[in-house]
């Protein structure tokens, strides 16, 4: 293997040396009988990781974030369907994922002053009602 960076573990080898600015080093580097150098098969790990992330700018799943996007300044659009008329959060297109993880109530809850709802409680006395009537809080009564 021409232009090789390491050797093989345990890689039998042939060199000659020269002097140099550097010292003594080899030239000429080649395997048993004049044969190419089988060459390291380890490689070096990457420093950088190349993370896809979304431009804001384009929209695009890309090594780059709006500040260093290419296509300039674009206007705000669907990352979806890419409609300048809504955003991606509004797109008709888009799975709702909080619906299907959403859960729904079993029965309607009366807020307080809303009587639109229907009021699955069952009937109070009357004094239970009076005393939950008087400021909001219940008082023990003894039936």
Do not use: W
Not at 53 to 80: D, L, S, V, W
Not at 101 to 122: F, I, K, Q, V
């Amino acid at each position: 293997m021409s232009g090789f960076r390491s050797l093989g573990d345990e890689e039998e080898v042939e060199f000659e040396c020269k002097a140099s600015d550097k010292g003594v080093e080899a030239t000429a580097v080649s395997g048993p009988e004049g044969e190419d150098c089988k060459g390291s098969h380890r490689r070096p790990m990457s420093k950088k990781r190349f993370r896809k992330i979304r431009c804001y700018n384009c929209g695009e799943f890309a090594n780059h974030i709006a500040a260093k996007c290419t296509m300039g300044p674009q206007p705000k659009r669907c990352h979806q369907c890419k409609s300048a008329d809504h955003l991606i959060a509004d797109c008709p297109l888009r799975e709702d994922k909080r619906a299907k993880g959403a859960a729904t109530p079993s029965h309607a809850c009366r807020t307080n002053g809303d009587s639109s709802l229907p009021d699955s409680r069952p009937p109070l006395d009357n004094e239970t009602d009076a005393a939950l009537d008087n400021n909001n809080s219940a008082k023990h009564v003894q039936p």
